[in-house]
C-alpha cells in the first residue's frame, strides 16, 4: 500500500535488512516472511536474530483508492525504522497517488511497549519501471530509500535516519 505502484504478483515475500552502521541503534540484522491471503490481506512473520524475536506482520486494507478518495488500512509490524519506538505498532495509513508516478502516506500509529502514538509518513516517486524513490518520516527522523526491481526480486538502499546506510532484499514467490 505504501508505494507508487507497489504490486504483488506472487503470493509470499520474504524480505531481509541489513544495516551496515554498527553504531545504529537499530538491530543489524533483520527477517520477514509475508503472504497475500487475498488482495487486500497480508499476514506474516518478522524475526529478529539480536534479540531472538519473532512479531506478527499483518495488514488489511479495507478501502480501495479510487481517484481522490484514499485506499484505508489497518496495520501491526515492528516499529522498524524507527529507534525510538521497540516492539510491535499498530497503524492506521492513509494512502494515495497523486499522479504521474507519485504516491503519499499518513499513519497514526501506537506502540503499546512504550504506550506511544507517533505519525510515520511517506513520500514516494516511481522513476521508471525499475526505480523507485521514498522520503520515509518514522515520526522522529527521515530515511531516504531507492529501490531498485527487477522480477521477482527488490533490492532497496536506505539512510537510515538519514546517515546509517542499510540494505534490503525483498524475493516474491
Do not use: C
Not at 505498532?89 to 511497549?113: Q, R
Not at 515520526?139 to 530509500?145: E, T
Not at 531498485?148 to 537510515?160: E, P, W
Request: net charge negative.
Amino acid at each position: 500500500m505504501r508505494g507508487a505502484g507497489d504490486v504483488q504478483a506472487k503470493p509470499n515475500i520474504f524480505t531481509t535488512r541489513w544495516v551496515a552502521d554498527s553504531n545504529s541503534p537499530r538491530s543489524a540484522l533483520s527477517f520477514s516472511l509475508t503472504r497475500q491471503i487475498i488482495p487486500s490481506l497480508n499476514v506474516g512473520v518478522e524475526y529478529i536474530p539480536s534479540s531472538d524475536r519473532y512479531s506478527p506482520v499483518a495488514s488489511w486494507r479495507f478501502l480501495e483508492a479510487d481517484r481522490w478518495q484514499p485506499a484505508v488500512a489497518i496495520s501491526t509490524s515492528s516499529a522498524w525504522p524507527s529507534s525510538t519506538v521497540s516492539g510491535n505498532a499498530h497503524f492506521i495509513t492513509v494512502a494515495n497517488s497523486l499522479g504521474n508516478g507519485v504516491s503519499a502516506y499518513l499513519a497514526a500509529a501506537y506502540a503499546p511497549d512504550g504506550d506511544i502514538w507517533y505519525m510515520p509518513a511517506g513520500l514516494n516517486y516511481r522513476i521508471n519501471d525499475d526505480w523507485s524513490s521514498r522520503l520515509m518520516y518514522d515520526g522522529d527522523n527521515y530515511h531516504p530509500i531507492i529501490t531498485y526491481s527487477s522480477g521477482d526480486l527488490r533490492t532497496s538502499f536506505i539512510l537510515l535516519d538519514g546517515e546509517s546506510p542499510t540494505l534490503s532484499v525483498s524475493f516474491s514467490f
